[in-house]
C-alpha cells in the first residue's frame, strides 16, 4: 500500500524566512505529484503538479521538485509571509487504473508570524 | 466557471438517516473522486470514478453508494449514518494533466 509522509508535521518561522516541506513516497511507479494548499475551514486549492517525467516546477515564490529515485518532493517557499500560514498536503498518483485517485500525506501546517 | 461545486456544505444527520452528498463539475472531466477528511487520518478515497457507468471502491467506501450516470454529476449517499461518519467530505475532478481540483467540502455532523 502506498504511503505518503509529510515532515514536519507543523513549522513556525519569522516573516521572510525560506522553508522547505517535505514529501516522501514508497512507491517509485508514480505518475505525478501534487501540492495542495489548505486553509482552516476550507477546500484544497492546487498550487505545482509535477509530472514524473519532470524533476521541478516554479510558480512565483513557490517551486517544487520531484526525485523518484529517492522517493522525495519538496516544496520550497520564499521569502515567506503571513499570508502563506496555512496547511500544505502532498498527493501522489500512481497513474495507470489509479489515474486520478490521490494518496495524501497528513500535510504540514505552517505559521508565519509577521 | 464554477469549477467543483458541492451541497449542502453543512448537515446534521440523526444516527440511521439516509442522505446525498452532490458534486457537480463543469470541467468535462472524466474522472471525479470523493474523499473525507479526518483529524489525524488525513484525507482517504472512498469511492472513485473513471466515467459515465463506472465506478469504483476507495480506501473507505463501506456505508457509502456512489453513481455516475453523467459526467458532470457524482453524488455520494450515505445508507444509514452513523457517528463514525462524522467528518468533512470532499468532492474532486481531474482532467487529462492530471491536476485535480476540488470542491469547498460538506461538513457532516452525525447525531
Known amino acids: 500500500k502506498q504511503e505518503v509522509t509529510q515532515i514536519p508535521a507543523a513549522l513556525s518561522v519569522p516573516e521572510g524566512e525560506n522553508l522547505v516541506l517535505n514529501c516522501s513516497f514508497t512507491d517509485s511507479a508514480i505518475y505525478n505529484l501534487q501540492w495542495f494548499r489548505q486553509d482552516p475551514g476550507k477546500g484544497l486549492t492546487s498550487l505545482l503538479l509535477?509530472?514524473?517525467?519532470?524533476r521541478e516546477q516554479t510558480s512565483g515564490r513557490l517551486n517544487a521538485s520531484l526525485d523518484k529515485s529517492s522517493g522525495r518532493s519538496t516544496l520550497y517557499i520564499a521569502a515567506s509571509q503571513p499570508g502563506d500560514s496555512a496547511t500544505y498536503l502532498c498527493?501522489?498518483?500512481?497513474?495507470?487504473?489509479?489515474?486520478?485517485?490521490?494518496?495524501f500525506g497528513q500535510g504540514t501546517i505552517l505559521t508565519v508570524h509577521p | 466557471n464554477a469549477g467543483v461545486t458541492q451541497t449542502p456544505k453543512f448537515q446534521v444527520l440523526k444516527t440511521g438517516q439516509s442522505m446525498t452528498l452532490q458534486c457537480a463539475q463543469d470541467?468535462?472531466?472524466?474522472?471525479m473522486s470523493w474523499y473525507r477528511q479526518d483529524p489525524g487520518m488525513g484525507l482517504r478515497l472512498i469511492h472513485y470514478s473513471v466515467g459515465a457507468g463506472i465506478t469504483d471502491q476507495g480506501e473507505v467506501p463501506n456505508g457509502y453508494n456512489v453513481s455516475r450516470s453523467t459526467t458532470e454529476d457524482f453524488p455520494l449517499r450515505l445508507l444509514s449514518a452513523a457517528p463514525s461518519q462524522t467528518s468533512v467530505y470532499f468532492c474532486?475532478?481531474?482532467?487529462?494533466?492530471?491536476?485535480?481540483?476540488f470542491g469547498s467540502g460538506t461538513r457532516l455532523t452525525v447525531v
Open positions: 470541467m468535462n472531466h472524466e474522472y
Open positions: 498527493a501522489f498518483n500512481a497513474g495507470g487504473t489509479s489515474y486520478g485517485k490521490l494518496t
Open positions: 509535477i509530472q514524473s517525467s519532470q
Open positions: 474532486a475532478s481531474s482532467g487529462g494533466y492530471g491536476v485535480s481540483t
